[in-house]
């Protein structure tokens, strides 16, 4: 099955810091998601983004899918975007099976 | 619209019990997948319905797992006879034509 890898595995970072989570994939697909998963452990659904750039507020993703990468950017981070951020991916056409990727655990220190 | 809607919240039982977790898709929207949350396991899909109807159940760990889609708004997942190693975070999940994965807050089950 397609393979996907988050990094860094761990982030800490001061308030008001910018920051940039990968996600790499081991397939061409044509579903990306980006989620957050809040300390109270509800997952929220930020992007879908198979291709190209989105921003929404202090967030913004883009998806290089010929490069089989996408990023998700943070900018001056607050103490509520702590949690995990998860990408998930699926190849679609019949394949509806999001495959997510292990995370990136985001603490945000006042 | 009230979201996914998952009951119950938490489940405590004992080793043998069986376990019926439910949901509630968001109106409309014709795909429902339930997904299990472990530490050493992350995320995993079980089984995914399109328009209530099984299209993957590849990923139902054994046979003691059952899940089922009456009708559009109603699913449920069944585990019988439950073992201490099915605790775990159960998630139900909806998505319409927009492919936007809607999750519901999710089942916390211990089975001691």
């Known amino acids: 099955g397609i393979q996907v890898e988050q990094s860094p595995p761990d982030l800490i970072l001061q308030e008001g810091a910018n920051s940039t989570l990968r996600c790499n994939f081991s397939d061409s697909v044509n579903n990306l998601q980006w989620f957050h998963q809040n300390p109270w452990g509800q997952l929220i659904n930020l992007f879908y983004?198979?291709?190209g750039t989105k921003q929404n507020g202090r967030l913004s993703a883009t998806t290089v899918a010929t490069e089989r990468y996408s990023l998700l950017y943070i900018s001056s981070s607050q103490t509520t975007d702590s949690g995990v951020y998860f990408c998930a991916v699926s190849r679609g056409f019949g394949n509806e099976k999001l495959t997510f990727g292990t995370g990136t655990r985001l603490t945000i220190i006042p | 619209d009230a979201g996914v809607i998952q009951s119950p919240r938490h489940e405590v039982t004992e080793m043998g019990q069986e376990v019926t977790l439910r949901c509630k898709p968001i109106?409309?929207?014709?795909?429902l997948f339930w997904y299990r949350q472990t530490m050493m396991r992350g995320l995993e899909l079980l089984i995914y319905?399109?328009?209530?109807?099984?299209?993957?159940d590849s990923g139902m760990p054994e046979d003691r797992f059952s899940a089922k889609m009456p009708n559009a708004s109603f699913s449920t997942l069944k585990i019988q006879p439950s073992e201490p190693r099915d605790s775990a975070v159960y998630f139900c999940a909806s998505r319409g034509t927009h492919n936007v994965l809607t999750f519901g807050a999710g089942s916390r089950l211990t089975v001691l």
């Open positions: 109106s409309g929207h014709d795909y």
């Open positions: 983004i198979p291709s």
């Open positions: 319905f399109n328009n209530n109807v099984p299209i993957d």
